[in-house]
């Protein structure tokens, strides 16, 4: 998958070589007709919008349209499950209330935008992305009394990934992607019904299998040009028991850049909230 990830970028970089040509030579054959206002353009923004919550979008910061890198820090914390409803044969307590998750994410995002978007085409980035990972309380318990889960206090994961990002109207982006790494590990933490005990009650397996290849997508509307409004939805391939995890974006709606999470898998369903922050470290948002 990187050498597929690793010709794309190279495919991608000859077609924006010669779409520059072409538009070199362009203004060369009638330099006094065309102006500036006559190209299409990627306008900038007052905020960020090189992610959504989670997931990152093909933009360098607030929208820069043009070739190069970008690092964004990125910081989310999952503080607990508002409601929870499982239907799993081994469990108690059917539903599930305020139960304290207690996870932070901190990440590191560098990308490069190899492919500026275009009237009709969309801006490709291609990225790493280095997470760690660190609970500041205990997960909860399954409420079985012949299962005890052994979770890691902190954790680290790494993943490669190819963006397309495209501005369809005015103020609205639609984004989709593919990872390759450890992405989507860390749904695996934000769920007791997903730790390797409960599994293995589930399903018989010691340890889950937990797919390297990651979709996903989402929606990014920009209300009054300072308020980010949207959702992404993160969805492993073929990992045990197929969580789907839907984050929503609320913008400051809620206070403190509070959002909601929804969290799905098989036999079950989780309603989360959780804290996000996102940074641009480069390039920097001109005020």
Do not use: C, H
Not at 39 to 59: C, D, F, H, N
């Amino acid at each position: 998958m990187k050498k597929l990830i690793l010709i794309f970028f190279i495919l991608v970089l000859n077609l924006n070589a010669n779409d520059n040509l072409n538009q070199n030579d362009k203004f060369q054959i009638n330099t006094t007709t065309i102006t500036t206002s006559s190209r299409w353009e990627l306008k900038q923004r007052k905020i960020t919008i090189s992610g959504i919550v989670l997931t990152p979008t093909a933009y360098r910061s607030n929208g820069v349209n043009e070739i190069g890198p970008s690092l964004d820090f990125n910081a989310a914390y999952y503080i607990g499950r508002l409601y929870g409803k499982n239907d799993f044969s081994w469990t108690v307590d059917k539903k599930n209330y305020l139960d304290r998750v207690g996870i932070w994410f901190f990440e590191m995002d560098g990308k490069l935008l190899i492919q500026r978007e275009t009237k009709n085409f969309p801006a490709v980035s291609s990225g790493y992305k280095g997470m760690f990972a660190f609970r500041d309380s205990p997960q909860p318990s399954l409420n079985q009394p012949q299962a005890t889960i052994k979770v890691k206090n902190s954790d680290t994961y790494s993943t490669l990934y190819i963006v397309l990002s495209k501005n369809i109207l005015n103020n609205l982006f639609i984004n989709a992607g593919y990872s390759d790494g450890d992405f989507s590990k860390f749904i695996y933490q934000t769920s007791e019904f997903l730790s390797d005990t409960a599994i293995k009650l589930t399903t018989q397996m010691n340890k889950p299998y937990i797919s390297k290849s990651t979709l996903f997508a989402g929606i990014l509307y920009l209300y009054k040009e300072k308020t980010p409004l949207g959702f992404e939805i993160i969805i492993p391939q073929g990992s045990t028991l197929s969580p789907k995890l839907i984050n929503f974006q609320l913008g400051n709606f809620l206070k403190l850049n509070f959002q909601i999470s929804y969290l799905k898998y098989k036999y079950g369903y989780e309603y989360l909230g959780m804290f996000n922050f996102r940074y641009s470290f480069y390039p920097r948002i001109k005020k």
